[in-house]
């Protein structure tokens, strides 16, 4: 599968491998977070490289349905069941902040964006309590929402909360124009340079696949940690939801403004402006990563939804994005522990990274250059509630009950032999002279791994929608063949499953 917006000819292209090893700042990840904040940093004369694992915007940012909006389905409201309203307002303010430097950079640079009415939508009676207690929450957190009963949907909606003057975008033309901006500036950007290591020394000595560098400073604007100092994967849950870009039928008229519901399961709308007319794009239908028995069901669930409101629309695009709610629901941005304050980091996004990632950009950037904004002073020292502290209880006992059920599962799955050929576009796992491994077929290749997740070892599931392997412990992702994606991991999987190791 491929999104709508990495579906395209880009005109971007790597930088080689800098000759040049130290640097004031080096960045992790080539997403939005760690592209604002490499712009940032080097338009103050910082010498600044990206190291990117895959290629620009390939995870997150190349998959969102690109919402800037301040209104974010119910999540003021859950915010405000732990945090006070002083928090839930400077989290409000984070928001207003990247948000208003996100659409700002683009009016600057011609980038197009559409302005759009935000609409959150009940179809349920339950929806719609919940519906107004997010209402007063953003009311008294400053948002000047409203309600309506005719949204402009065609379907039954018992009542809709919108925010006018929000925003939706191209986030791969957003990336363009950063990097063509950070490369003014005197930056790099270094695609297929997996970090898999930062010390703890002075000047950070910084290990990748393409050689070690050092820094001053480094941030790791990964989708989620791939350090595991202050064991952020422990208080993250992976979430994965789906989307499509529909073609209507000529003359079927589309909702202008942009949808999301307070029911589950979510469902996102979105139009889109291309060449051969106007787009639907539609999302949701999410589970926690790796956990799924079919996460291809849950795209055709998404796929049917969308057909019996749009019928006769033609699927264009179909994906998949992998997004990081923390369990006390506050995005974590700034020093990393034990990182001796020159380590940085963002991350718990939630799905709400247009806006959050920027705001955290602004913060880290801070932070590195001197000062500080009163929302992200008020964020650090927030006090995690019970309910919050709770939450991780919970989510760490579910891990581990996860690991020791499929420990105990792959011994009664069939053995995995040499002849072990999967039906294509499938995956088993099971064990192979005593190891657990992953067998699929992907297009008539048949490929065996480890069934052992690179990351702590949780017992990876296959992945039927984008063929992949996925683990259900903390998120990471790998290819048919081993390779990394996405996630805490910082390895490929080993593939010399059942043999002798020296």
């Known amino acids: 599968m491929k999104s709508l917006w990495l ?59 690109g919402k800037v909006s301040l209104l974010q389905g119910g999540a003021l409201s859950s915010l405000r069941g732990q945090y006070s309203l002083k928090v839930v307002r400077a989290y409000v303010e984070a928001n207003k902040s990247g948000q208003a430097w996100l659409t700002q950079y683009m009016d600057q640079q011609g980038v197009s964006f ?21 209402a007063a929450v953003a009311r008294d957190a400053g948002l000047d929402v ?115 519901s307070i029911d589950a399961p979510t469902r996102s709308q979105r139009t889109h402006p291309a060449p051969g007319g106007e787009l639907l794009l539609v999302g949701g239908y999410g589970h926690t990563g790796g956990r799924a028995v079919s996460p291809q069901q849950h795209l055709n669930d998404l796929l049917g939804w969308a057909n019996e409101h749009y019928p006769g629309s033609e699927v264009t695009h ?19 522990p034990r990182g001796h304050g020159r380590i940085f980091f963002g991350t718990g996004y939630n799905k709400w990274g247009m806006s959050n990632g920027v705001a955290a950009a602004l913060s880290i950037t801070s932070d590195i250059l001197g000062g500080q904004s009163d929302w992200a002073t008020t964020i650090h020292h927030r006090v995690t509630s019970p309910q919050g502290a709770l939450q991780a209880v919970r989510l760490n006992a579910s891990t581990a009950k996860r690991m020791i059920e499929d420990t105990a599962r792959v011994r009664k799955n069939p053995e995995i032999t040499d002849g072990t050929h999967p039906p294509e576009g499938s995956g088993v796992v099971g064990l192979y002279k005593g190891e657990p491994a992953a067998v699929s077929t992907v297009d008539g290749k048949v490929c065996m ?21 996925d683990c259900p412990l903390h998120g990471s992702r790998f290819t048919p063949e081993g390779k990394y994606l996405e996630g805490p991991a910082t390895h490929d999987l080993h593939k010399s499953v059942g043999k002798k190791k020296n």
């Open 7 to 65: 579906d395209r000819e880009s005109g971007f292209t790597s930088d080689a491998v800098p000759e040049e090893k130290h640097f004031d700042t080096i960045i992790v990840g080539a997403g939005l977070t760690g592209m604002v904040t490499a712009l940032l940093l080097s338009r103050s004369g910082q010498r600044v490289v990206v190291f990117e694992a895959r290629t620009l915007g390939a995870v997150t940012t190349g998959n969102t349905t």
């Open 114 to 134: 559409q302005r759009r009415t935000a609409v959150t939508f009940a179809t349920t009676d339950d929806g719609a309590q919940r519906l107004r207690k997010e």
């Open 146 to 260: 409203h309600f309506s009963r005719d949204p402009g949907v065609p379907f039954p909606v018992v009542e809709a909360l919108e925010l006018d003057g929000q925003a939706q975008i191209h986030p791969m033309e957003l990336l363009d124009a950063l990097a063509a901006d950070i490369r003014k500036h005197g930056g790099r950007i270094v695609e297929g340079a997996q970090v898999q290591d930062v010390g703890s020394g002075q000047p950070l000595e910084v290990s990748t696949r393409k050689g070690t560098f050092t820094a001053d400073t480094v941030v790791v604007a990964t989708g989620t940690p791939i350090l595991d100092r202050g064991l952020y994967f422990a208080k993250l849950e992976p979430n994965r939801s789906y989307a499509a870009a529909l073609r209507p039928p000529s003359g079927m008229p589309l909702p202008q403004a942009m949808y999301l």
């Open 318 to 336: 179909t994906w998949s994005a992998q997004d990081y709610q923390a369990t006390n629901l506050m995005p974590f941005f700034g020093k990393l």
């Open 449 to 469: 791994v480890s069934a052992s997740c690179a990351h702590l070892g949780g017992l990876l599931t296959w992945n039927d929608a984008e063929k992949s392997w």
